[in-house]
């Protein structure tokens, strides 16, 4: 026989046989697909964030599809998502409470100084064990981005050595707020709007020299708070956010200027 | 006994097949950036040198070498190694869920890697006898996780270095690679020196 022709005959065989073997093994057993899980799996964002308190998207949709969990867990998807896994479960709708990240520090390179040159590992967690951080205040922003580098939705941005937080783009995953060595980045709901922009517990004094936006721990804000709403604890300003009726008092008073009033409520459904 | 010792040694550190003989190299260079996923490629990879020497050596020595065909050794192993990991995908999702997840997304990229080429090539080659054959395999595969799980160790420790613009990225973990592979040439010898 042509050895060409044998060739190619050997080979087409072999080949025919591998084939006619995946075909059948594809139809005899192939694994049938849970039509709700990939249906409630397609409502959800696939941020794999973890904020409903599951492991990733995958997980919640599982645990949707068992029963006995709330359909507005997932703060990213918000009430669009909700709206959707209320529908396919049929479910009663549930509000999803919205949640942006802010950052409780305003000590840029304007208002706060740097007490070394820090050329060590360029990470906020590396930086923090060495003498507290390059900056003058230790309580402060690092301004190295761990935050910036686990956020899902490239939300933070360091600008002028200070973490900033564009709500627009903000889930409310909460990833940034477990990742700063500080403890500066609050998760709130987005109807929030004083924000005490420092974490600085130490005397008025100390304070000042630190930073020029810093909280001094002056009281004027607790005793000027017509809703009775702030406390002062440990040389710092903490809102009550169940008293606040957002009246912005507290910014026209504070002296240093660390009370910040924004407007964060419906960013997410502007997206 | 003592023969199979010395293939085991040698395909494991002498003639390492990531960084003695150079094959599987992208895959080495792929997944070698986390260490979970070093195991779970190297693990993949170990599985699917045994899976495919069981099958292309009866190939080789019954069905290629009587009628002559020993030409189209390569052609056939890659058709039937491809063939043969589907396969055992499809029968893996479907008895082995945890299995699956754990190996799945490794085992289309081995398909047609060629260290598992070359470990089917090289037991023909090398006239091995099908235990041999299997104990080569096996020292391989073993020899790409230790290479793999070096080398995620390495490239770990460079993500906290600072190199020059220039040599971010590839160039630095081509380097790198290549110190980890002159290393890995001291053990050239040491078979002859301990059973010989």
Not at chain 2, 14 to 29: A, D, E
Not at chain 2, 96 to 124: E, F, K, M, Q, R
Request: hydrophobic letters at 45%; aromatic letters at 8%.
């Amino acid at each position: 026989m042509n050895p060409v022709l044998l060739a190619a005959i050997s080979v087409g065989i072999i080949g025919l046989i591998c084939a006619v073997m995946l075909a059948v093994a594809s139809k005899i057993i192939a694994v049938k697909e849970d039509e709700t899980f990939l249906r409630l799996r397609e409502c959800l964002p696939g941020a794999n964030c973890g904020a409903c308190g599951y492991a990733g998207c995958d997980g919640y949709a599982h645990a949707l599809r068992e029963g006995g969990v709330k359909p507005n867990l997932c703060v990213p998807g918000g009430d669009t998502a909700a709206t959707k896994i209320s529908q396919l479960l049929g479910v009663e709708f549930e509000d999803v409470v919205e949640q942006v990240a802010f950052v409780r520090c305003n000590g840029d390179c304007n208002n706060t100084s740097d007490k070394m040159e820090y050329h060590g590992i360029q990470s906020c967690k590396a930086a923090k064990l060495f003498f507290g951080g390059s900056g003058k205040c230790t309580y402060g922003c690092l301004g190295l981005g761990d935050c910036a580098s686990v956020c899902p939705n490239d939300a933070i941005c360091i600008k002028d050595g200070l973490a900033r937080v564009n709500p627009r783009l903000c889930v409310g995953c909460g990833l940034c707020a477990k990742e700063c060595p500080n403890g500066l980045i609050a998760v709130l709901p987005d109807t929030v709007k004083v924000i005490v922009r420092c974490r600085n517990t130490d005397k008025g004094g100390a304070t000042r020299q630190e930073c020029s936006v810093g909280c001094i721990g002056c009281k004027k804000c607790e005793k000027e708070c017509p809703a009775g709403a702030i406390t002062v604890n440990t040389n710092l300003a903490f809102v009550d956010y169940t008293k606040c009726t957002n009246c912005g008092h507290c910014q026209e008073v504070c002296p240093s200027g660390c009370i910040f009033i924004g407007n964060f409520s419906g960013a997410h459904k502007a997206k | 006994m003592r023969s199979l010792i010395v293939i085991m040694m040698g395909a494991v550190l002498v003639n390492n097949y990531v960084l003695s003989q150079f094959l599987g190299i992208c895959s080495f260079l792929g997944v070698s950036k986390k260490q979970d996923q070093a195991t779970g490629m190297s693990l993949a990879v170990i599985f699917v040198m045994l899976l495919a020497t069981a099958v292309t050596w009866p190939i080789q020595t019954f069905l290629l070498d009587p009628n002559k065909l020993g030409y189209l050794q390569t052609i056939v192993f890659i058709l039937v190694i491809a063939a043969l990991v589907q396969l055992v995908e499809i029968v893996m999702k479907r008895y082995t869920p945890a299995l699956h997840t754990a190996l799945g997304v490794y085992l289309p990229l081995i398909t047609t890697n060629c260290a598992v080429l070359g470990v089917a090539i090289d037991n023909i080659d090398a006239s091995y006898t099908f235990l041999e054959s299997m104990v080569n395999s096996l020292g391989c595969g073993l020899g790409y996780f230790l290479a793999m799980v070096l080398f995620s160790g390495v490239r770990s420790r460079m993500e906290d270095a600072k190199p020059p613009k220039s040599f971010e990225g590839l160039p630095l973990t081509l380097i790198a690679a290549a110190i980890v592979s002159v290393s890995f040439f001291g053990f050239a010898g040491i078979i002859e020196n301990l059973f010989g």
